[in-house]
């Protein structure tokens, strides 16, 4: 289940000192699940479980985030994060 997924990239991120918000509802449809601030930089994860899809929404913003100079990526795991996190922290 994607919260389940959810809850633990939070834990993982919270336990490394990060800053993070987990989105509910919001202003804008389409802001990927989890919001960090990681060292002073914007970071957001898109969280899909192995058998979901990311929506044509949702692939907009991470592409907004991103050529605003923010991270952002469609995340599957605690360890896709960890991975992300290693290549640019």
Avoid: H, W
Wanted: hydrophobic residues 40%; contains cysteine.
């Amino acid at each position: 289940m994607e919260k389940d997924i959810q809850d633990k990239i939070i834990k993982f991120l919270k336990s490394q000192g990060y800053y993070v918000i987990k989105t509910i509802v919001v202003s804008r449809n389409g802001v990927p699940d989890i919001i960090a601030c990681i060292r002073g930089k914007f970071y957001a994860f898109e969280v899909k479980n192995e058998k979901r899809k990311i929506t044509p929404l949702q692939e907009y913003n991470i592409k907004l985030i991103n050529e605003s100079g923010g991270k952002a990526y469609l995340v599957r795991s605690v360890e896709e994060v960890k991975t992300v996190l290693s290549s640019i922290v």
